[in-house]
């Protein structure tokens, strides 16, 4: 028995006319940056909007490697977010746990102060930690922007993830016990696979703010051996002021790996909105 098809009315018409809207409008953006970045200055003066498609070229990619050194900076920015999350992982991790399945004195006083530190900006902490990790010898570090992104994203993270850690029922952390883990083992073996929606969302989350950011590579790496690839960009788009051709190529570079990511990855974030939804 074939099940009744749901009658298409008016108000399904308006919501997938204001979807396909939507979606255009940020596709667009995207499809206008990636054509441009295919076209050289003068058929991109002639036809601005248009496809142009028989005059695409690699050439705008081929200076985005040679000159600029897209590579180096593309391993320095990976430098800084990989050893970010996995840092920001691991004590946001076993500190969720402590904080959502472990029972000792102070731990909602010493949780509110964790929270707390999520409400304060990044600019009113900036000029300490630039003058704490000048003292270090920091500067031009890596290790300067990686330090202040576990500071706040430390917190944020403990903060996500206790949430979907309190939600594992209690009878299989007992259970384990029963069974001999212990509390160090119960964080891989039981914690993580349970809660792994929550981490990837948190590490997707981080990726892409981490390798967005500009404000503390600018201020902190001010060696052009140790930028960015978002400072490079920026640099880029000063530079070729009046070339977008070659300041859309450094752009579809630079966001490449978000994008692959993302959507790779997407799959997480629907089930987590899909998880937080039904509770």
Not at 10 to 38: H, Q
Not at 132 to 138: A, D, T, Y
């Amino acid at each position: 028995m074939q099940a009744r098809r749901k009658p298409v009315t008016l108000r399904i018409i308006a919501v997938f006319t204001m979807l396909t809207l939507m979606s255009l409008t940020f596709l667009y953006p995207l499809c206008f940056l990636i054509v441009t970045s295919l076209k050289d200055k003068p058929h991109y003066v002639a036809d601005q909007f248009g496809p142009g498609i028989t005059h695409w070229s690699l050439t705008n990619y081929v200076t985005m490697l040679s000159q600029f050194k897209i590579v180096e900076k593309f391993s320095n920015t990976l430098y800084v977010v990989v050893f970010s999350l996995v840092i920001i992982t691991v004590f946001a991790v076993f500190a969720s746990y402590a904080f959502a399945k472990l029972s000792f004195r102070g731990s909602r006083f010493l949780f509110l102060f964790l929270l707390f530190f999520t409400f304060i900006p990044g600019q009113v902490t900036m000029i300490p930690m630039y003058v704490v990790f000048s003292g270090m010898g920091l500067i031009n570090n890596p290790w300067s922007v990686i330090l202040s992104y576990c500071s706040g994203g430390i917190p944020g993270g403990i903060l996500l993830m206790t949430a979907a850690f309190r939600a594992i029922p209690g009878e299989v952390i007992e259970s384990a016990r029963i069974d001999g883990v212990s509390t160090v083992s119960m964080v891989p073996r039981i914690i993580v696979p349970m809660g792994r929606v929550a981490i990837i969302i948190n590490l997707i989350m981080g990726f892409i703010g981490y390798w967005n950011d500009l404000f503390l590579p600018l201020l902190y790496l001010q060696n052009e051996k140790s930028k960015t690839i978002i400072v490079a960009l920026a640099a880029l788009v000063s530079r070729y002021s009046n070339d977008p051709t070659y300041q859309m190529a450094g752009m579809v570079l630079a966001i490449l790996p978000v994008m692959v990511l993302f959507l790779s990855l997407q799959r997480f974030i629907i089930k987590g909105l899909m998880v937080g939804a039904i509770k």
